[in-house]
């Protein structure tokens, strides 16, 4: 059998074999914090601009005094209508559709009249899994 010395330098193999463990498992903990940290960097991008672009949406309504409704119905926006770019490029009335796109994102426009000059909009957009919220009342005494 093989004795060990004092005298001999080196590492035997066990050694060797549980820093590489070691070494690989500190290594997919952190590549797995770095993915879920990036996946979170860009949901909360795109819900800062889903909801940049709901309130562009908004202020165009209200500043624009656009009539964006017929007889109460739901208006659509589509995801690949919703860029502030195309918003500033074109008029809200442009962009909106009356169906809705099979898949989200998508913004939904509902104006409710509650009185003979105000309205009640409500603006919804769609995602994957959630929604974002926005009710205003445009009208009343100017």
């Given at each position: 059998?093989?004795?060990?010395?004092?005298?001999?330098?080196?590492?035997?193999?066990?050694?060797?074999?549980?820093s590489i463990?070691?070494?690989?498992?500190?290594?997919?903990?952190?590549?797995?914090?770095?993915?879920?940290?990036?996946?979170?960097?860009?949901?909360?991008?795109?819900l800062?601009?889903?909801?940049?672009?709901?309130?562009?949406?908004?202020?165009?309504?209200?500043?624009?005094?656009?009539?964006?409704?017929?007889?109460?119905?739901?208006?659509?926006?589509w995801?690949?209508?919703?860029?502030?770019?195309?918003?500033?490029?074109?008029?809200?009335?442009?962009?909106?559709?009356?169906?809705?796109?099979?898949?989200?994102?998508?913004?939904?426009?509902?104006?409710?009249?509650?009185?003979?000059?105000?309205?009640?909009?409500?603006?919804?957009?769609?995602?994957?899994?959630?929604?974002?919220?926005?009710?205003?009342?445009?009208?009343?005494?100017?």
């Amino acid at each position: 059998m093989y004795k060990y010395r004092k005298d001999e330098k080196g590492f035997i193999l066990i050694e060797v074999l549980c820093s590489i463990l070691v070494f690989i498992a500190i290594c997919t903990i952190s590549f797995k914090v770095i993915i879920s940290a990036f996946k979170l960097k860009t949901y909360n991008e795109n819900l800062y601009y889903y909801a940049r672009f709901l309130s562009e949406v908004k202020n165009c309504i209200i500043y624009n005094d656009l009539d964006i409704h017929k007889e109460d119905k739901e208006v659509y926006i589509w995801g690949k209508d919703m860029k502030l770019g195309i918003l500033k490029e074109n008029n809200l009335i442009d962009i909106k559709k009356e169906t809705p796109p099979s898949k989200p994102p998508y913004l939904i426009i509902k104006v409710n009249k509650f009185h003979e000059n105000k309205e009640e909009i409500l603006l919804s957009i769609m995602l994957e899994k959630e929604n974002i919220e926005c009710n205003f009342i445009r009208g009343g005494s100017r």
